[in-house]
Structure formats: C-alpha cells, structure tokens
C-alpha cells in the first residue's frame, strides 16, 4: 500500500514494522486538536474569572504545573487501563525500557508543565509561538547528537525562526520603538492583564526547547508497542511535570515569591475545567500522539503537528478577546512557516518518489508480462 512504510534498515530498532500514514494523519491531526485546546481549559481551571485575567487565580502560579502533573497521571491511569483490557501486560513485561522511551517522557511532561504555567502568565499567541520552536529544536538536536547534515536551506528556516520570535516579542516590526519599522531590545517584562508576561514567555521559550528533545527522542524504538510504550511515557511524563512543579516551589521558597508555593482554592467550575483538560487534552490528545509517532516518518508528524497553532489562535482570539498584532502574526507566520516548510518540501519531494516508483514497478511488472507472452506463443 502507498500509505504504508516499511521501517526497516533505518537503524533505530523497528524490525520491519509497517507504518500506515492515513492512520497517522488521522491520530496527529486529532492529537493537535487536544493540544490547541490547553489554553481554554487550563484558563478554565485555574482562573478565578476565565474571562478576566486581571482577577488571578484560584491557586499559586505554580498551579500551571499542578495541572500538567494531573494531566499526565490521568495518561498513566488510561493506558493502564486500555493495557489491562487488550490483554498487552505480557507485552509491557516485556518491551526493554530504553533511554529514549524514558527521556520522551520526561520531556514532554516538562515540555507541557511549562506550556500550561506560560499560557496562565502570558498570552495565547505568544504561549503558542515560543512552544512550536520545538520542531527547530528537533533539528538542531539531530545535527549535534546524530550528526545529521543541516541543509542551507534549513539553516535559513532557523534564522528566520529567530526572526519570527523577534516579531513575536515585539523587538523587531512595525511601530516597535515609535518607528514605522524598528528594532528595540526593551522587553515588556509585564502588561496590565500579564503582570508577569517576561515570565511566561520564559517558560513558553522552554516549553518549546523540552518539546523538541520529546520529538528528538520518541523518534527512536518504534519497534516498541504503543500501548506499552505510552504506559512508560505517561509515567516518566508524571515525574517530568512533577520536577517543573517542585523546581517552582523550591525557588519560591528560596527568593521568598510566596506565589509560586503551591496553593489550591479550586470552585466546582474549576474542578470541571481541571477534568476535561486532564482527559481531552491529557490521554486523548497524547495518546493519539504515541499512535501517530508510530504512524508516521518524522517529517509528516512535525508537520501536522502545526495544526494546534490555529486552534489555539482561535481560542485566544474568540473565546478570551486577546487580539493578534501585526508583529505577532507575522511572528506566528515565520515560525511556523520555518518550521514547517523544510519538512513540508521533503514530503513533496518523497511523494514523488514514491509514484515514481510505483510508476517503475508497474512498468516492469508490465514487461515481464509481456516477456512471458511472448515466450508462451514462441
């Protein structure tokens, strides 16, 4: 089948396993969903009006990270469950735990603990923007430790990535300085609805660094069953977003910020906004994403993947009134767009290998017919 891969030979362990592409698509684009809907629920469960920012939380700004923590567990419990219930615990036994299994864990368990805790502090778009460096940071990670080659092209796609995220924050575009057009390296370390926006687009900036070293490691072992794979991954996922949570509290205890010791005064719209992120957006959404990792080569993953940026931009945009500027569009466009576009083209470029191969299939199946005909009537 077109749709399908064979793995084999590409040395990370895969043991002739058949990727189906549709099936992927699929699981990544409803992955991506779940994923663009973290702000609207983790507004809704933390928020004391989740309309209004300016009125706080329920809960210290460490709550973020609480949130993922539950987030991840809810996976542990699910995948446990879903174990139990298709008869794979003999599977789980014995699938070898590696390096990569558990660092993808812990990765993304950090990666999301900071995504939640910068979508409270700062806003949507910027929230959005800073965690969707991680493809970049896949690469980059790739060509240090793997010694992948860089393309000019792809060293391009990170300059302009870099330039993205000046639009992002203001520093570079239109009116940025009283210009028409400037450079300013003054940071708005906090605006009225973001007291602490400098930093919530810190941990938004680390959000997308622990995701790209995700990507970086559950790119290997996809021998490994999925639900074995994700019961291991929610796990090490728990103790990635529990470290963000006791690293909060350790510094607030530390520079005596009072405000990132944990604290929780949730309402029952609270407690039902806690529970539908940690269910849609938790083994849902990371669910399908372990079926989709499996599913499909790196290059598609990534970029289907960018399908939570609209749908986060939508939520920020429509439900909590927070408007796009110019500069942060065309922030959002240029990170997206490098990132994306790399491996946009080397899907083009590998679909039309793959026809062109079918194409040089089907001809010599056609000759040898041929061949056989006229054999026969000699």
């Known amino acids: 089948m077109a749709d399908e891969i064979n793995t084999a030979g590409q040395g990370d362990g895969s043991q002739n396993y058949q990727m189906n592409r549709k099936l992927g698509t699929i699981f990544m684009l409803i992955s991506a969903t779940g994923m663009g809907l973290v702000p609207l629920f983790s507004r809704w469960a933390t928020r004391t009006n989740m309309f209004d920012a300016t009125q706080g939380l329920n809960g210290s700004d460490s709550i973020g990270a609480i949130m993922a923590l539950g987030r991840m567990s809810m996976g542990v ?24 299994i558990a660092l993808g864990g812990l990765m993304i368990g950090m990666s999301l603990a900071c995504y939640v805790t910068s979508t409270l502090m700062t806003t949507v778009a910027n929230a959005v923007m800073f965690i969707y460096t991680g493809p970049v940071i896949c690469v980059l990670l790739a060509r240090i430790f793997r010694k992948e080659p860089m393309s000019p092209l792809q060293w391009v796609c990170l300059c302009v990535v870099f330039v993205g995220m000046l639009f992002g924050e203001s520093l570079l575009g239109f009116g940025v300085g009283g210009n028409v057009f400037g450079l300013d390296f003054n940071l708005i370390p906090s605006t009225p609805e973001f007291p602490q926006k400098m930093v919530g687009d810190i941990f938004g900036l680390l959000s997308g660094v622990f995701y790209g070293a995700s990507m970086f490691f559950n790119g290997y072992r996809k021998d490994a069953d999925t639900t074995a794979r994700g019961v291991y991954n929610f796990i090490f996922a728990v103790i990635g977003a529990g470290v963000i949570a006791i690293l909060m509290n350790v510094v607030g205890m530390a520079t005596g910020q009072t405000n990132w010791i944990t604290e929780v005064h949730f309402t029952g719209f609270n407690w039902l906004g806690a529970v539908l992120l940690w269910i849609v957006c938790g083994p849902i959404a990371l669910g399908c994403l372990l079926v989709a ?9 990534s970029t289907i993947a960018y399908w939570e940026v609209p749908v986060a931009l939508f939520i920020g945009l429509v439900v909590f009134g927070e408007p796009v500027t110019l500069n942060t569009a065309i922030g959002i466009i240029l990170i997206v767009g490098g990132g994306a576009f790399p491996t946009v083209k080397a899907m083009i470029q590998g679909s039309k290998m793959e026809k062109q191969q079918q194409v040089a299939e089907n001809l010599s199946e056609r000759l040898d017919e041929e061949a056989a005909k006229e054999e026969e009537e000699r």
């Open 293 to 301: 990792g499996r599913n499909l080569p790196a290059m598609d993953y």
């Open 77 to 100: 419990i699910f995948f446990v469950i879903l174990m139990v219930a298709t008869h794979k615990v003999t599977t789980f036994k014995k699938l070898k735990l590696s390096p990569a």
